[in-house]
């Protein structure tokens, strides 16, 4: 929710493969500068940041799907009123401020090309 809220704007979307890498790097907070710097570096890396993605993350997304979080559609995964309505809690009280920040900073940097060089174009 909160990867396709910060990143997707007025249009409430993300392709899959985009917020399965997202949600990998969330929850690798030790790693987060590695990842900004990968982002942020606009030319040949040598060492390229470990991403993938695995069970405990398709099944985030498919308990969301199934709770009506977000909605699958020619895959793009897009939020839903319940999806907003999460999300607006988060932001009430004051919840996950520094993955919110985190996908503020970086998300946006995360294009196709990235992701293929994360993931060996395995995405």
């Known amino acids: 929710v909160i990867a396709i809220a910060e990143i997707s704007g007025k249009k409430k979307y993300l392709e899959l493969n ?10 690798r907070k030790s790693k987060w500068d590695e ?3 990968f982002l942020n570096f606009k030319g040949f890396i ?9 069970s405990s993350t398709y099944k985030a ?5 199934a709770k009506k979080i977000v909605a699958l559609k020619d895959g793009k995964l ?7 309505d999460t999300f ?27 992701i293929k060089e994360l ?3 395995a995405f």
């Open 78 to 84: 897009h939020l839903t009123t319940l999806g907003d």
């Open 18 to 27: 985009k917020v399965n890498v997202l949600v990998w790097m969330l929850i």
């Open 119 to 121: 993931t060996g174009g």
């Open 46 to 54: 040598e060492n390229v940041p470990l991403v993938s993605v695995d």
């Open 35 to 37: 990842y900004n710097q």
């Open 61 to 65: 997304i498919e308990y969301s799907i």
């Open 88 to 114: 607006s809690l988060l932001i009430d009280n004051d919840i996950m401020i520094e993955e919110r920040l985190f996908l503020q900073e970086t998300g946006k940097k995360l294009t196709v090309n990235k």
